[in-house]
């Protein structure tokens, strides 16, 4: 429930339009959301492997501490905090509370404190205890399945009512350039939407068995997130067709609509604000375990180190990350800091990957060191390979986590190509995380 639930916002509702501009054509696009499903599938089994190593809470920071070094990793952790994460729990409690404030006929002056209220809501849910945030999970991921499922069996109706999709006429001039250029282009958007499932990493340790468990639940859960994604895609073709997808601002409620006229776009409406809501608390939910691994390092306020010891959360950490996401969401400011530093995030999404590479290499190098002794020795915790119990191991090393890492180096390249000025302002908005860890190192080195 939390890889789709963390997959699954609003992306799917949003970015197929961008897409369908980009591609022009109903199979560009299905070939778009598949291919990106594709890559998504070689992530999660990436992160299969690291999380069956490492079990711990922080996930990605983790990773990259014990294979790059504490400065990559806080970078990484200061940039959830700063931005990425704050601002996308900001961004996602305004689209939450701008369909419900819609769907409830309030006025617009009610969005941003119903929007703070869920930010505290859900916050607090997530200091009682990991037990009450799975149950709001998987309520509400259940809700967003539910929506969708009901959006595929729409586009299936008339598919059939119309005997396949409408044409394709009048689309062939919105694709510039050659299609292997345009599918380039519409990767960008549908990579962004499949994004997510790292969260589930990030509370390895309060998962029961997570060696063996985290792999499972990373793989079924993008399975059913990229046959979710591609089924709703063909139902938006099959009611809009390609151009009335392309020209759709909202293509989910308008696909209803078509179906079920203004009920449906209100029934869709719901769906949306049930999937933002769901978003919402896994953000909140898995992120702080970062903030809590940066503490135990000495380089965060050390309280953030400290679980309840009535509930084991990182209450402290929780806390921060509600007070500042409160203060994004009020002054309206996420949207431009997420724009800047919007590239980061795959950064560090192929940076995370790359560790792969770096503890194979020590696999190797242990094996090798253990070849002339008949003992049967596990390899040590703090050199980050397979811990006892586990032998999940990404197929097709090193060519799979090859593929990702590239892939990663290509949304960068294509977010930074797009807009340059906005790379400059994340990068020193990133960068201004070295004094902030330097003077960390030192408190810590100091006490």
């Known amino acids: 429930m939390v890889v789709v639930g963390a997959i699954i916002g609003g992306g799917i509702f949003l970015n197929p339009a961008i897409v369908a501009q980009r591609v022009g054509t109903a199979g560009a696009v299905l070939g778009a959301w598949g291919l990106g499903g594709v890559i998504a599938v070689v992530g999660a089994l990436c992160f299969a492997e690291l999380g069956a190593r490492l079990p711990r809470a922080g996930g990605g920071y983790v990773y990259l501490r014990d294979a790059f070094g504490p400065l990559p990793a806080f970078l990484y952790g200061w940039t959830q905090l700063l931005v990425i994460n704050t601002g996308g729990v900001a961004a996602v409690a305004i689209i939450f509370a701008s369909y419900t404030v819609d769907l409830v006929g309030a006025g617009s002056e009610w969005v ?121 895609n063909a139902a938006y073709l099959a009611a809009l067709g390609p151009e009335g997808l392309a020209g759709s601002t909202a293509p989910a409620a308008d696909a209803l609509r078509a179906v079920a006229g203004r009920r449906g ?43 309840s010891p009535r509930t084991r959360t990182p209450a402290a950490g929780i806390w921060i990350q509600m007070v500042w996401a409160v203060i994004l969401a009020l002054s309206g400011t996420y949207g431009k800091l997420l724009d800047w530093v919007v590239f980061g995030d795959w950064i560090f999404f192929g940076s995370i990957v790359a560790t792969l590479f770096v503890y194979r290499a020590r696999d190797a190098r242990w094996s090798d060191s253990r070849s002339g002794e008949e003992r049967d020795l596990s390899p040590p915790d703090d050199a980050g390979p397979a811990r006892p119990g586990s032998r999940f191991r990404v197929p097709a090393h090193p060519l799979l986590p090859g593929l990702f890492v590239a892939a990663a180096c290509f ?31 030192r408190r810590s080195s100091a006490s």
């Open 112 to 232: 941003k404190p119903l929007a703070v209220g869920a930010i505290v809501l859900l916050s607090a849910v997530n200091v009682a205890g990991v037990r009450f945030g799975s149950w709001v999970q998987n309520a509400f991921t259940l809700l967003k399945l539910a929506a969708l499922a009901l959006l595929v069996g729409a586009g299936a109706w008339l598919w059939a009512r119309n005997g396949g999709y409408p044409t394709d006429a009048g689309m062939g001039t919105a694709v510039q350039g050659s299609l292997v250029l345009a599918m380039g282009t519409a990767l960008v958007p549908v990579l962004f939407a499949y994004g997510g499932w790292q969260h589930a990493n990030n509370i390895a340790e309060e998962i029961r068995e997570p060696e063996r468990r985290l792999p499972v639940a990373l793989l079924v859960g993008v399975a059913i997130v990229v046959t979710v994604y591609v089924l709703a």
């Open 265 to 307: 776009g209100e029934i869709i409406a719901l769906g949306v604000a049930c999937s933002t809501f769901g978003i919402l608390n896994v953000f909140i939910m898995a992120t702080p375990r970062i903030y809590q691994a940066m503490a135990a390092d000495g380089i965060f306020f050390a309280s953030v180190a400290r679980l």
């Open 411 to 441: 949304v960068v390249y294509s977010s930074v190509v797009s807009n340059p000025r906005n790379a400059v302002y994340g990068t020193l908005l990133i960068g201004a995380g070295v004094p902030a860890f330097l003077s960390w190192r």
